[in-house]
């Protein structure tokens, strides 16, 4: 089999090379990234075919598409705060090139397609937990861009029989996601902080609460998705927990066995105030997952972000 990953000098993408290469019915792992936000770094030592470039440059994903039996499309312009300073390069990005990679599936045999969606598609619905059904109502130009990106692959699955599908990805966290640049996860720019010495930012009272999903977890049901060609409609990849930022850094201060102090910000427009996912639908097509839960997954967090700060020195 071989896969195509977009976006996979990325955090997830990264791990999910690692992941894919261990495979034994996976014979070939290529890459497409145009590094905007991903690193070479992340794709150290593993074998993978590397096509540097944009999705949205057709000759660049016409060779890294070519032949390919799957794709799993995470190349995306991500953050909420980013796409509202500049919405038309989120749309570009992760709408339009969501659309070219569909089309570079269709034109190779109607390869699988697995996409990255996010919760933000619930944005202002205040129902919970978070189902699938429930009407989207989106809160930013992100968020719009990540409608695009799974209806238009249901689009495709409903006017080409193209196999997909979208996962809504909650709060992803763990190694290889760094901090140090403007539109860091909060899990990153919390552990840079603690290890560093600083308060730990915090928009708004600290109570906004979110679904975290350790990257392994993650990792582990994209290639369980692309070895068995799952397809389904949007489903949340996430487990259904519910912790507050507050909560997140007691999690923290027990793992460094210390206490950590705190500057309070504005809250961000956009930002959506709680999220919790429904799992039915991801239990359905992958009954036996195992997630990693929060406090393993920080504390296998906390020992990357050691390391990667003494590289950085
Ligand atoms: P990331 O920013 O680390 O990875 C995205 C990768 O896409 C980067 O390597 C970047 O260089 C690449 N990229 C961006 N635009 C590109 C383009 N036009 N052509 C080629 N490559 C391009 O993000 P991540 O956390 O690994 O997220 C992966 C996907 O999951 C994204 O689609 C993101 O929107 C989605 N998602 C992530 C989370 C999360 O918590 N991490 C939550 C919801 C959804």
Request: proline fraction near 6%.
């Amino acid at each position: 089999m071989k896969i195509l990953i977009t976006g996979g000098a990325g955090f997830i993408g990264g791990n999910l090379c690692r992941r894919l290469l261990a495979e034994p019915a996976i014979t070939q792992v290529r890459v497409i990234d145009d590094l905007s936000g991903g690193t070479r770094d992340a794709l150290d030592g593993l074998n993978v075919e590397f096509h540097h470039g944009s999705i949205l440059d057709q000759d660049v994903l016409g060779a890294a598409g070519d032949g390919v039996d799957a794709i799993v499309h995470l190349a995306a312009l991500g953050s909420v705060p980013r796409s509202v300073s500049n919405p038309v390069a989120s749309h570009e990005a992760n709408a339009t090139g969501t659309l070219r990679v569909l089309e570079t599936a269709r034109a190779n045999g109607n390869a699988h397609v697995v996409l990255a969606s996010s919760s933000s598609v619930y944005g202002a619905n205040p129902t919970m937990p978070k189902a699938e059904h429930l009407q989207l109502m989106p809160m930013s130009p992100y968020a719009v861009s990540k409608v695009a990106t799974e209806q238009y692959a249901i689009a495709y699955a409903k006017c080409y029989d193209l196999p997909v599908l979208p996962f809504r990805f909650f709060n992803v966290f763990g190694p290889g996601q760094r901090p140090g640049h403007v539109y860091a996860a909060v899990v990153p720019v919390f552990l840079e902080a603690a290890l560093t010495g600083k308060p730990l930012p915090i928009n708004g009272d600290g109570l906004q609460s979110r679904d975290f999903t350790y990257v392994g977890t993650v990792v582990d049901t994209l290639t369980q998705a692309i070895l068995e060609r799952v397809t389904s409609g949007p489903t949340n990849l996430a487990f259904g927990t519910r912790t507050t930022l507050l909560e997140l850094v007691s999690v923290m201060e027990e793992i460094l066995g210390t206490t950590l102090s705190i500057e309070r910000r504005e809250p961000r427009p956009g930002d959506v105030r709680h999220s919790q996912a429904s799992n039915d639908e991801l239990r359905k097509h992958f009954p036996g997952v195992q997630p990693v839960d929060l406090r393993n997954g920080i504390d296998a967090t906390v020992r990357w972000m050691q390391e990667y700060l003494e590289v950085q020195g």
